[in-house]
């Protein structure tokens, strides 16, 4: 009990302190309008998701697709529809897959994370979820790589399941 009391005096001097900064105001040049002190610079966020650039020859070009769509044609609704993507690497060093964002979460693709060499091949696969999702479909994968940004898309259209029905030449017989 005794350290859940120290911790949450700690938070709130930590907290008092830091609103206590914040709220410092000293008066602006003209002499008569306090202005508000923060460490934070205007309209600029404090946070980054973004992972830093390494610097790279590579361009687009470079990571080269056999197909950038794949048509399913007509598949049944259940088991997912798969299918590979390939790519060469055309440059003159490794491609590094950093992302593969599909356009919703049907779709899943996969790809290894090891450096694909020059003059190597690369793979992504990719399974769209066709449970539930009867109807033409039409997504995609967006990859992100040291080579830049490619969109990747599949297609196709699902063939509904057929619910309850008994094929004619089957016959019903009821046991108690």
């Known amino acids: ?14 907290a008092s ?3 206590a900064q914040k709220k410092h105001k000293h008066k602006d040049d003209a002499g008569d309008k306090p202005q508000l002190i923060t460490n934070e610079k205007p ?17 687009a ?19 997912d529809a798969t299918c590979e993507f390939t790519f060469k690497n055309m440059g003159k060093e490794p491609i590094v897959i950093q992302k593969a964002q599909p356009s919703c979460g049907c779709t899943v693709p996969q790809f290894s994370n090891e450096p694909v060499a020059p003059g190597a091949t690369g793979v992504i696969n990719v399974a769209y979820h066709t449970k539930g999702k009867p109807n033409a479909f039409t997504k ?4 992100v790589s040291n080579a830049g940004t490619k969109v990747l898309t599949i297609k196709g259209n699902v063939e509904k399941a057929p619910t309850g029905s008994v094929p004619e030449n089957v016959s019903m017989i009821k046991t108690n």
């Open 61 to 79: 070009e470079d990571m080269a697709f056999a197909d950038m769509t794949h048509d399913f044609g007509t598949v049944s609704e259940g088991p």
């Open 140 to 143: 995609t994968i967006t990859v």
């Open 17 to 19: 302190v830091t609103m």
């Open 43 to 59: 309209y600029e966020s404090t946070t980054t998701n973004a992972t830093p650039a390494v610097a790279s020859t590579l361009k």
């Open 1 to 14: 009990m005794k350290k859940v009391l120290l911790s949450l005096s700690l938070l709130l001097l930590s």
